[in-house]
């Protein structure tokens, strides 16, 4: 089956609760966190995991990058969206639609770079 390479940038926090699912899927969104976005390009994820988590208390001072594989025929109901620079690519999926998306992850998550101030 047909599947696109993703990247998400996480702090290490989101990192334990995606070790703890064997890093097979990602955690359920905050209440106010209304969209779960994957991005397209690793030079992306690293700048917001450079530039931002290890800036941010919550993130534990630490970015990760992760990369992982999603089924085409999920993603073609998700518009790409493009939110700065032409490299600034991300999926917007919906929390509710969270669940689905990590069922159509194809052969878990990966940590592919480590940020620390």
Known sequence: QDTVLLFRPVGQAEMDLIENTGCR???????NQLIFYP????SY???IARDWNTKDPQSGYTGYVTQFRVRIDFLERCPVQTVGGSDHQEYWIPAEDLAEFNENIVGGISVI???KP
């Open 113 to 115: 770079e480590q940020f």
């Open 25 to 31: 899927e990602f955690p359920p969104r905050l209440p």
């Open 45 to 47: 994820a690293e700048q």
């Open 39 to 42: 991005v397209l390009s690793k």
